[in-house]
């Protein structure tokens, strides 16, 4: 009923730049907290880090600080993952998660994105 698609992933260069987009679509009530994750191969997924509802508090994990963004587009329930000054082990596929309601399930469940590839190579 609910996807999360995430797109903007591709191939830079150190030091570059890129914008991930995640777009959430459905009967969709409400969108809660959202959260980055990504996962390097052979790696354990990790958290990059969150945003709240509104999008007044933010926190990320000690490699993004200071390098990466997010931001949430309620209105077009939709939130971002501004990364810069990438480096060759932010190499992952990235993945977007929220906590949303809908008409049917007002209870609210979790729902994941299927991830997209950045790579960070000369």
């Known amino acids: 009923q609910v996807q999360l698609v995430e797109s903007g992933g591709g191939l830079v260069q150190p030091g570059g730049s890129l914008r991930l987009s995640c777009a959430a679509s459905?009967?969709?009530?409400?969108?809660?907290?959202m959260y980055w994750y990504r996962q390097a191969p052979g790696q354990q997924r990790e958290s990059v880090g969150t945003?709240?509802?509104?999008?007044?508090?933010?926190n990320y994990a000690e490699f993004a600080k200071g390098r990466f963004t997010i931001t949430r587009d309620n209105a077009n329930n939709t939130f971002y993952l501004q990364m810069n000054s990438l480096k060759p082990e932010d190499t992952a596929v990235y993945y977007c998660?929220?906590?949303?309601?809908?008409?049917?399930?007002?209870?609210?469940?979790?729902?994941w994105g299927q991830g997209t590839q950045v790579t960070v190579s000369s």
């Open positions: 998660s929220a906590f949303i309601s809908t008409a049917q399930d007002i209870a609210g469940s979790w729902y």
């Open positions: 459905g009967s969709i009530v409400s969108i809660y907290n």
């Open positions: 945003i709240s509802s509104r999008g007044s508090s933010t």
